[in-house]
C-alpha cells in the first residue's frame, strides 16, 4: 500500500501522521492521532458523527481523505475546551441535558460552533437548518437547539 506523509495543524497545534493513499480523515484522527472524539456513525456522510472543520469548512471526517488534510488547519472536539474550562456550549449541553448517548454529540458541537463562530445570534429555524446534517436517535433535537441559543447567549454576554 502506498503512504503518504501528511503535515497539518490540528487545534492549533502542528501534527504529522503517515497515512494510507486511500484512508479517510476520521481514520487518521482516530487511529494515527489518538484523537477519538469524532464518531464513525455511518461511513458515508449522512449522520455528521464525524463532523470536523477543516480550513473553517464543515466537513464530515468520513468522506475526506486524510491526505486532504496536508498544510490544513483541522478544529476537532478535542479543540473544544481551553483546558479543563469548557466551551460554553459544551456547558449549555450539560447543563440543559441536550445529549444521551453521545455518538452525536461531538460532532453537533462542532457543527454549532461553526455556526455560532459565522451566526452569533442565530434563530432556532437557523439553527435547526444548520445542524440538519447531524442526526441524534436520542434527544429529539429541541433540547439541543436550546443548548445552542443558550450557549450562543452566553457567548454574547461574554
Known amino acids: 500500500m502506498k503512504t503518504i506523509q501528511v503535515a497539518t495543524t490540528i487545534n492549533g497545534d502542528s501534527a ?3 497515512c494510507g493513499h ?3 480523515l476520521l481514520d ?3 487511529n494515527r492521532l489518538g484523537l477519538t472524539g469524532a464518531k464513525e456513525g455511518c461511513g458515508t456522510g449522512d449522520c455528521g458523527a464525524c463532523s470536523v472543520r477543516l480550513d473553517d469548512r464543515l466537513v464530515c471526517s468520513c468522506l475526506v481523505l486524510a491526505a486532504e488534510a496536508e498544510g490544513a488547519r483541522i478544529d476537532t472536539i ?3 475546551a481551553q483546558g479543563e474550562t469548557l466551551h460554553p456550549l ?3 449541553f450539560i447543563d440543559l441535558a441536550a445529549l ?3 455518538i452525536c454529540t461531538p ?3 462542532v457543527a454549532a460552533k461553526a455556526l ?3 451566526n452569533p445570534e442565530p434563530t432556532d429555524t437557523e439553527i435547526r437548518y444548520w445542524l440538519a446534517g447531524n442526526l441524534c436517535r436520542c434527544t429529539g433535537y429541541d433540547k439541543i437547539v436550546r443548548a445552542v441559543q443558550d450557549a450562543a447567549a452566553k457567548m454574547r454576554s461574554a
Do not use: H, K, M
Request: charged share 30%; net charge negative.
Open 100 to 102: 444521551q448517548c453521545g
Open 116 to 118: 455560532l463562530d459565522r
Open 90 to 92: 459544551q456547558q449549555s
Open 107 to 109: 460532532g453537533i458541537l
Open 28 to 30: 487518521a484522527l482516530r
Open 78 to 80: 478535542e479543540g473544544l
Open 16 to 18: 504529522e501522521f503517515v
Open 22 to 24: 486511500d484512508e479517510t
